[in-house]
């Protein structure tokens, strides 16, 4: 979009316009970079000191703020919404694909649906169901018989492995790897015999997914990932995990099998979490969590010891790897005063 007027963005946004609506504003910036032609946000008051020099052409704000600035302003109850509206109509990002590749290899029984664009040297197998206005971008790989449902895009080299489901308007980011192989072995004697992975993935709609992420196929039943997910970068989500409607998932996080997390839940980066539990709805796990256990009731949990100076880190090492021997010369001294009756 070449611009917009800041009428018609007022009007888009459904925000109150204070100030010039001709001008016309062509992208979005931080508010410290900001200038003729473009629209920056103040999310948190505490900032709001920031606002005297500012330099954009108008500024998504807050009610309580719009005193502290002078200039053309759009007043919404939530400016970083805002922010994300106004970027997605300004959004310069080129398209995953356009038309149909040439070097495209395209199974002659796959279904492609209209305004579909391929990239180079993508694969789509026999069998494959590709919805409206997809777009595949180059090396990627479908395999047989998985659906893309409308208006989803893949980022080049995304694979998606045989009889997935993704749904419509999802995104998938480069080289994430979509129905491979559950980590699923039987041991005989020392020998591993692999447990072939007869289930698949179910995707819903409106999923988005960052880059080379792996979500494994399930063993007999479906790993399943219900609609307004987003997973970040660099996750494993294993066979048979099944993620609830809305949640988010930060970057490096690692879902064991078989873990069940539920609606509106918020796991952040590098949480680990153990197989065969379930975590309720609206549980928040902060960075770096472990979770072994289920969790019942929604809420904010923690885990780890945050970073310290070496030297303390250290000290609190050496005292944590003797807890056991405190405890139990504590439990001693509390079993002595019972006896004296104290």
Same mark, same amino acid.
């Given at each position: 979009m070449a611009g917009i007027t800041l009428a018609e963005l007022a009007d888009k946004l459904g925000a109150e316009l204070r100030g010039d609506g001709t001008v016309v504003i062509e992208s979005i910036a931080g508010m410290a970079q900001a200038g003729e032609g473009q629209i920056t946000f103040l999310s948190s008051s505490k900032y709001r000191k920031h606002l005297a020099e500012c330099q954009a052409s108008a500024v998504m704000l807050k009610a309580g703020d719009a005193e502290y600035f002078a200039g053309n302003a759009l007043i919404m109850a939530d400016p970083y919404l805002g922010y994300a509206l106004v970027a997605q109509l300004l959004d310069t990002t080129p398209a995953a694909a356009t038309d149909i590749a040439p070097t495209a290899c395209i199974a002659e029984d796959a279904i492609i649906g209209e @305004? /579909?664009? &391929? @990239?180079?040297?993508? /694969?789509i197998e026999s069998g494959v169901q590709i919805g409206d206005n997809v777009q595949i971008g180059a090396g990627c790989f479908i395999g047989k018989n998985a659906v893309i449902g409308a208006g989803t895009k893949l980022w080049a080299n995304v694979t998606i492995y045989h009889r997935v489901v993704l749904g419509e308007k999802c995104l998938v980011q480069s080289s994430t790897v979509i129905g491979a192989d559950g980590f699923g072995y039987a041991n005989d004697k020392g020998e591993w015999v692999k447990i072939p992975q007869l289930g698949s993935v179910r995707i819903g709609n409106r999923v988005e997914i960052g880059a080379c992420t792996t979500i494994d196929r399930g063993a007999l039943d479906d790993t399943i990932i219900e609609d307004n997910v987003i997973i970040d970068n660099q996750m494993q989500i294993a066979h048979n995990v099944? &993620? @609830?409607y809305g949640t988010a998932m930060a970057g490096g996080t690692i879902v064991a099998g078989s873990t069940k997390i539920g609606k509106y839940c918020i796991i952040g980066g590098a $949480? /680990? +979490?153990n197989g065969h539990i379930e975590i309720a709805d609206g549980v928040t796990i902060t960075g770096m969590g472990m979770v072994m256990r289920s969790i019942e009731e929604k809420g904010m949990y923690s885990s780890g010891i945050p970073l310290q100076p070496n030297r303390e880190w250290r000290k609190t090492a050496a005292r944590t790897m003797k807890i056991d021997e405190m405890n =139990?010369? +504590? =439990? $001693? /001294?509390?079993k002595m005063l019972a006896d004296k009756g104290e």
């Open positions: @305004g /579909v664009a &391929i @990239g180079h040297n993508a /694969v099944q &993620i @609830g $949480s /680990v +979490l =139990k010369r +504590l =439990k $001693s /001294v509390e």
